[in-house]
């Protein structure tokens, strides 16, 4: 049996002729399995926006890490996390939510962006660095299956 060139020598080096990559999770499936998203997890769940943070989208969230949850003042996260307080948590979290797939090359041409919650975040330039009201971008185009995440230093609280 002769064996084509070209897969001879794929093979020789050790490469794949066909990619068989998984298409990338989605918001809620990404954030899960990262090792400092498991507060902003909780959050979604207490929320109730899972299934919206798993449809078809296209989002962009800019997630606070673990770290930034616990910059909040004392108690903060835990009230929130209550039943009783569920509109305003899913409030606060859809102010982290733009709708479209806003990549870093976007984010740094716009002032400002109207969120899912209905106020609008202001973004700037600072230091060859991007700041979402204040909070830092530390990571930026996390690609998932129905949008983007941009990961963030601190939890943006909607204008009152």
Same mark, same amino acid.
């Given at each position: 049996?002769k064996?084509?060139?070209t897969y001879a020598? @794929?093979?020789? #080096?050790?490469? &794949? /002729?066909?990619s068989t990559?998984?298409p990338a999770a989605?918001?809620v499936?990404?954030? %899960?399995a990262?090792?400092n998203?498991k507060?902003?997890?909780?959050?979604v769940? @207490?929320?109730? #926006?899972v299934e &919206? /943070?798993k449809?078809?989208?296209?989002?962009t969230?800019?997630?606070?890490?673990d770290? %930034?949850?616990?910059k909040l003042?004392a108690?903060?996260l835990e009230?929130?996390l209550?039943p009783?307080?569920q509109a305003r /948590?899913?409030?606060?979290?859809?102010?982290?939510?733009?709708?479209?797939k806003v990549? %870093?090359?976007?984010?740094v041409k716009?002032?400002?962006a109207?969120?899912?919650?209905?106020?609008?975040?202001?973004?700037?330039?600072?230091?060859g660095?991007?700041?979402v009201d204040?909070?830092h971008?530390?990571? %930026?185009?996390i690609?998932?299956?129905?949008?983007?995440?941009?990961?963030?230093?601190a939890?943006?609280l909607?204008?009152?």
């Amino acid at each position: 049996m002769k064996i084509p060139t070209t897969y001879a020598i @794929a093979c020789a #080096l050790g490469l &794949t /002729l066909l990619s068989t990559a998984a298409p990338a999770a989605d918001i809620v499936d990404t954030a %899960a399995a990262a090792p400092n998203f498991k507060t902003l997890v909780a959050a979604v769940k @207490a929320a109730g #926006l899972v299934e &919206t /943070l798993k449809g078809p989208g296209p989002f962009t969230v800019f997630a606070p890490t673990d770290e %930034a949850f616990a910059k909040l003042p004392a108690g903060t996260l835990e009230d929130l996390l209550k039943p009783e307080n569920q509109a305003r /948590l899913r409030q606060i979290l859809e102010y982290h939510v733009v709708a479209g797939k806003v990549m %870093a090359a976007d984010v740094v041409k716009l002032e400002s962006a109207k969120t899912v919650e209905g106020g609008r975040i202001e973004i700037r330039t600072v230091d060859g660095g991007v700041m979402v009201d204040g909070a830092h971008v530390v990571k %930026a185009d996390i690609v998932t299956s129905n949008g983007v995440i941009h990961v963030i230093d601190a939890v943006i609280l909607p204008k009152q």
